[in-house]
């Protein structure tokens, strides 16, 4: 049986991806979350690795905080970049897929067209520095998977469309910014993406490796992603959601004003259809209610 190593697992995705596993048999999955295994250091990531041999590594912990990123660059660096080319390191001596996971955020957002993987990345936040740094070093794992993607949204709490959700029921007053376009990413989908291509692996021993867009469609704007959310869940507080122009209040880091990916490569690669976030967010409604 293969082993599969799972590094943030408490965090939005890795849960998500914790429940994905939670009924094959194909693996013998370890999920560790950041107080079992803290990827910033070296002789842990070295003792895991000696022990268990992972077959797979899903790396799920990150830096995510992007505001709180710009006071803490150093943090942001070590866990993103640097732990990243640790884990790539090891993948490498161990010869263990390493899949990870980067952001739309590599981006300045001066296109006018969705960004494709052969698109120059030019970060305009520290986030995204770190995480550029972060796809590249994963490259040297030799067997690689990135995924880039954006937006990450799921009915856990913590995530924009959850907080939106939140205040939507309350009628609370929300601003929200209407200049910034991208792409909603159920993290449900995204973690069923992963699933099925370790499959394929576990079957095959050998993937198309690369880095890979991938998004939900169709692309829309923060407010756009709001609006939808209170036609759900609050209609009689619509009023209460208003469209800013950017920089949101308080914000430290700059953001792109236009950062939709183009996941076509994804597609036609793994045979994989598009995910309309539309479909996901109903569902996802639904489940906040209860
Ligand atoms: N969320 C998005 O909108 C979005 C968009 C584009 C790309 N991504 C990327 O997608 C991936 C998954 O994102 P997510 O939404 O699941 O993020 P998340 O919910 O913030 O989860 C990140 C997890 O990483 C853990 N972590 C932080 N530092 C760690 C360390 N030194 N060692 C071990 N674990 C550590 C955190 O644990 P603690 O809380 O205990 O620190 C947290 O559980 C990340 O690579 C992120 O950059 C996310």
Redesign the pocket.
């Known amino acids: 049986m293969k082993t599969l190593l799972i590094?943030?697992?408490?965090?939005?995705?890795?849960?998500?991806l914790r429940r994905q596993y939670a009924a094959q048999r194909q693996f013998k999955v370890l999920a560790?979350?950041?107080?079992m295994?803290?990827?910033?250091?070296d002789s842990a990531l070295q003792r895991l690795f000696s022990a268990v041999r992972p077959d797979i590594v899903i790396?799920?912990?990150?830096?995510?905080?992007v505001d709180s990123a710009e006071q803490q660059p150093e943090r942001c660096m070590?866990?993103?970049a640097v732990?990243s080319a640790s884990l790539a390191a090891l993948c490498r001596q161990y010869d263990s897929l390493l899949i990870?996971?980067?952001?739309?955020?590599v981006f300045d957002g001066q296109h006018n067209a969705p960004y494709t993987e052969s698109d120059p990345a030019s970060p305009l936040n520290l986030?995204g520095k770190s995480?550029l740094l972060?796809e590249d070093a994963v490259v040297q794992a030799g067997r690689y998977i990135t995924?880039?993607?954006?937006?990450?949204?799921?009915a856990?709490p913590?995530?924009?469309a959850s907080s939106i959700w939140r205040r939507a029921v309350r009628g609370e007053p929300v601003s929200v910014v209407s200049d910034q376009l991208g792409g909603p990413?159920p993290?449900s989908a995204?973690a069923e993406a992963v699933y099925r291509l370790t499959m394929d692996y576990a079957a095959q021993t050998c993937l198309p490796y690369g880095l890979y867009h991938f998004c939900g469609y169709p692309y829309c704007s923060w407010y756009d992603f709001a609006k939808a959310i209170y036609q759900l869940a609050a209609p009689q507080h619509q009023h209460c959601l208003t469209a800013i122009n950017s920089p949101f209040p308080g914000s430290l880091a700059v953001r792109p004003a236009y950062s939709c990916l183009d996941s076509s490569l994804f597609q036609r690669t793994f045979t994989q259809p598009a995910t309309d976030w539309r479909t996901e967010i109903e569902s996802y409604v639904k489940k906040m209610r209860v």
């Open positions: 590094t943030g697992a408490a965090g939005q995705l890795g849960q998500l560790c979350d950041s107080a295994l803290d990827i910033t250091d790396n799920c912990a990150a830096y995510t905080a070590l866990v993103n732990a990870s996971f980067s952001t739309d955020y986030y995480k972060a995924f880039r993607t954006s937006w990450l949204f799921s856990l913590g995530n924009f990413t993290a995204l």
